[in-house]
């Protein structure tokens, strides 16, 4: 086997990787245009292989990491479904991709109608009339929900300081709460995973801005008395955020606006068919009530007198600019092509498999491993190491395990309250037959931890790289070849 692993090393002397004769005129003329003090004065020091060669060297590299289109990867609260390749080529398509966002709004009808249609499923799907696609991330999405919500009390002459958020929120919620210069008001979860009516009153008082509430929360849970403390805090003058970045659990089942919420985000990313968790462009789209709607972030989509779609600036109360431009168009067109593709029905459709399939993999795993909170979960659940733990096997020790087998390990110690957490999210998008795999594979490993627990603890075994030092990669990246 070759195992020369970099293409410096397969370079030989001489070697070509194009059978294209000659140089055409327009790079000649490009090349001439180069001031002679920025020319190199001695040749590049690349490697010198063929075409075919460079197209083993890069496949090779790309089933090295495990990828969705590889294999199964049920990392919790990222939703890692399959998407569509189709939608990807609808994002695609050259008159998207190559229209310049700067263009009059004139030469983009089209456009502006996908984005038009698209809020208005967005508001069909959440229960809000009004949507704005503009912020690329969740975390962004909370931002500009946060500062709406600093808008509307500064606009009504409120004086508020904190956010109540549940110890079952996702991470980034606090985060945000800062980011926009309120505290938080963390309070706990009740024995059922959920957050009681009860400790909700306790905190709200004149100085709580808003509740953000993560549904279903992180430990896969619907939030079950979400009327009662929309009531609370709404009596004291708050508002009500939703965390929306897990929809896939509540397509055509629950709309957060029907209930309570005053907002929501969405993550395009995970729910609506872009991949989440390579850092990529994203898509946090939020959705509001009439009530707050002067608060929106300009530009706004709307529509002239004359039925003409338009992007307006001129917006007196708006929160302002969130990101360039109008957010990230192609996340909006397979968003757009998903929806339009399964229609009403098949939304449902795939909310209700997420679901089966969260629970189906919770009955029998739990078990083999601690189910802390013995409820019906959404489209995820958390289970416990903690029995693996007093045989001398590790969270950390099972998910590296996995690699083994082709899997990506769920998400990992996390939500912070459950110990040795392993948080499972298997998606609506895997067969029946992958998921018995993975339960057959989850079985194997909670046996080794008792029987040869040194197989568990040393793992991986089988991958091109073993244990990594993650925070010395991170703390010292170093991505230069040194030949
Ligand atoms: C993923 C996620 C977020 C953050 O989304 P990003 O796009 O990564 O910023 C927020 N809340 C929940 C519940 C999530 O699962």
Known sequence: MDDRTLIYEKSVAGRRGYTAGGTVKSELDLLAAIPNRFRRTTDADLPEVTEGEVMRHFIALSVKN????KGFYPLGSCTMKYNPKLNDAAASFTDFKEHHPLAPCSSAPGIL???????????????????????????QGEFTGLLMVRAYHEFKGNKRTKVIIPDSAHGTNPASVSSVGFTTVQIKSNERGVISPESVAEVMDESVAGMMMTNPNTLGIFETHIKEIAEIVHAKGGLMYMDGANLNANMGIFRPGDVGFDMMHFNLHKTLSTPHGGGGPGGGAVGITEELEKFLPFPVLEKSDDGQLFFNYERSHSIGRVHTYYGNFANMVRAYAYIKTLGGRGLKR????????ANYLKAILSDDYELPYQVHCMHEFVLSGSRQKKAGVKTVDIAKRLLDFGVHPPTVYFPLIVSEAIMIEPTETESRETLDGFIEIMQQIAKEAQENPEIVTSAPHNTPVRRLDETGAARNLDVCYKG
């Not at 109608?113 to 975390?139: K, N």
């Open 350 to 357: 795939a909310s209700e498999n997420a679901v089966l399939n």
């Open 66 to 69: 495990h990828h969705i289109d």
């Open 113 to 139: 109608r996908l984005m038009h249609d698209l809020s208005a499923y967005l508001g069909e799907i959440s229960g809000f009339p009004h949507v704005s696609l503009q912020p690329v991330a969740g975390a």
